[in-house]
């Protein structure tokens, strides 16, 4: 499989669609977006408090809850959410939750 993952960085979350928010697309651009989806995709949190890390853990370890991770931008804040099915990751602004 051709994850797309380059520096030996491991896959350890399926992100299935990924889409970002209006807020997202306006301020950030495309790589920064696909930084942060290689980080969800590869269990690096970013800023995500430990008690919330060690959730993300688990939910890939279980994949029974979805996982979500803070990471600190030029503009700011931002999440990046995959659902509980790992249908869907999200990248949005705290504005926009």
Known sequence: MNTGIKNGKKVVLALGHCVMTAGVAGLLSRAEVAGLLVAQATGDWGATCAEDAAMNDEAV???????????????GKVFVITEWDRSVTTVLLPSEY
């Open 61 to 75: 370890r279980t994949g029974e809850d979805r996982v979500v991770s803070v990471h600190e931008t030029r503009v």
